[in-house]
């Protein structure tokens, strides 16, 4: 791919089309070709938008018309006037190609941007579409951002967004969490050290303003930042110049600082733990990210992409029915996007290759959906219920002994659990089922010495069931 994209000809003139593929190699620009048989075709497949050389085809000012978001350029006259219709192409050459394909370029990059936006920030809900349409109104600026929201909900994904859509794109994006760095480096960390600053320094560094230069700083968790570093951030910001620790030359500070934080500002600045110069500097356009519980409607577009993330890492496939998805988005999600991409991650250990059902949930997930099922799937439940009826040497829970016993019998040549009549007063059977099932695990882990393998073959599970009941009842491996 070269920097004008890809670009297709559509050209029924063999010898044209052949001249136009040598041009188009000369450039090493990425290019397909055909007769205009199949056009229609190859431009509905294209995942992006192209840039179409188009000849001679009967179909061509159809396909000007269907297809908006592609950039046509004429092979010839075209009784056709369209805003995608961007040049015509007199003579095959290079020089008057190129101006042709600048144009192109031009005509494309508000759909690239827009394509690239949708693939970066997910979501359609109301509160995100807003987000979106802040992003679009600052990114092309160089004023400062300050991204407002609670942790892990995406506000770095943004400020990415917001560097890939501005001016600065093909600059670094270098991000540093305030909140991560002890006070007592920070300074280094973010302006750099000559030689012999400090005990330790044996070489000169560079730090974070000069390693973005030219493009974006991201700071994360500014509100964690030490008061002494604020004031020395606020001078940067306002001279657009700094000095590494122990120097005395200054660096020019060309940067565009994206500045994030879950805490609340205005409330530290009335507690004098946060300089309210420092936050007015900041805070020239603020956008507030929205907590997952407030956009439930976008949990299963999230679910795809962090699926799509996670597919190639873990080498393998996984899906959740309507059904998990629907217990899903009853959660209140108080970790966020970060703590269901967790889940995703849990889910594809736990079962690879499998479509996820609101069962095999952990409990705290599985909303009204869940009620009344075990933590595993029935053919699970069922063979940890089979454990339950299977022979044990004695009965040690006393919840549990308060409404089973265990007694012998003579054709099966073992003992087997037997259960009384019900009795008026009623019983829990969901506490009393997992009383039992913590009793018979802890007893499973004790005799195989905690080998988790051999516990669950003994209990007729799988492995990864055992690990998610000992993780849902708290039980550990202490051996």
Not at 15 to 31: G, P
Not at 46 to 58: E, K, N, R, T
Not at 261 to 267: C, G, N, Q, V, Y
């Amino acid at each position: 791919m070269g920097s004008y994209g890809s670009v297709l000809i559509i050209d029924s003139d063999d010898v044209r089309r052949t001249r136009l593929e040598a041009i188009l190699s000369f450039m090493q620009l990425h290019w397909r070709s055909c007769t205009g048989d199949n056009a229609t075709g190859l431009l509905g497949q294209a995942g992006a938008p192209i840039c179409v050389l188009l000849g001679d085809s009967p179909q061509a000012p159809e396909l000007i018309a269907a297809f908006p978001r592609h950039a046509f350029i004429s092979l010839g006259a075209l009784p056709v006037t369209a805003a995608n219709l961007v040049g015509r192409l007199d003579e095959l050459t290079y020089h008057e190609l190129t101006p042709l394909l600048e144009q192109a370029r031009r005509y494309l990059a508000p759909a690239g941007q827009e394509q690239r936006l949708h693939r970066q920030v997910v979501g359609r809900c109301a509160a995100m579409e807003e987000v979106k349409a802040l992003l679009r109104q600052v990114a092309d600026k160089q004023a400062n951002v300050l991204l407002l929201g609670e942790s892990g909900t995406g506000k770095e994904v943004i400020a990415q967004a917001i560097h890939a859509l501005s001016q600065r794109a093909e600059g670094p994006f270098v991000p540093v969490n305030c909140g991560a760095i002890p006070a007592e480096l920070l300074e280094s960390e973010l302006f750099g050290h000559e030689k012999g600053a400090f005990t330790g320094a044996v070489s000169a560094r560079k730090g974070r303003f000069e390693l973005a230069e030219g493009g974006t700083l991201f700071l994360d968790e500014i509100g964690d930042m030490p008061l002494p570093m604020q004031v020395k951030l606020l001078r940067v910001l306002q001279e657009r110049t700094f000095e590494r620790v122990g120097g005395t030359r200054p660096i020019r500070a060309d940067v565009r600082i994206i500045a994030a934080t879950h805490r609340d500002l205005e409330a530290m600045i009335r507690e004098q733990r946060f300089r309210e110069d420092l936050y007015y500097r900041l805070n020239v356009f603020p956008i507030q990210v929205p907590p997952l519980r407030e956009r439930r409607e976008d949990i299963p577009l999230l679910l795809e992409e962090l699926i799509q993330r996670h597919r190639q890492h873990h080498g393998a496939e996984l899906s959740f029915s309507p059904a998990a998805r629907a217990a899903l988005q009853q959660h209140d999600w108080p970790g966020n996007v970060r703590e269901l991409s967790n889940l995703v991650e849990r889910m594809f250990i736990l079962y690879p290759g499998c479509r996820v059902e609101p069962e095999q949930l952990p409990a705290r997930y599985r909303g009204s959906a869940g009620e009344g099922t075990a933590a595993c799937r029935e053919e699970d439940e069922r063979d940890a219920l089979a454990a339950l009826f299977g022979s044990r040497d004695e009965a040690e829970d006393d919840d549990a002994g308060a409404f089973f016993e265990f007694g012998a019998d003579e054709e099966a040549g073992g003992e087997v659990l037997r259960v009384p009549p019900l009795g008026p007063q009623g019983i829990n059977l969901k506490e009393m089922l997992a009383g039992i099932e913590i009793e018979l695990i802890s007893q499973a882990l004790d005799v195989n010495e905690g080998v988790v393998a051999r516990a669950a073959e003994q209990l007729g599970m799988r492995r990864t069931t055992l690990v998610e009941k000992m993780k849902k009842y708290g039980i550990s491996r202490e051996y």
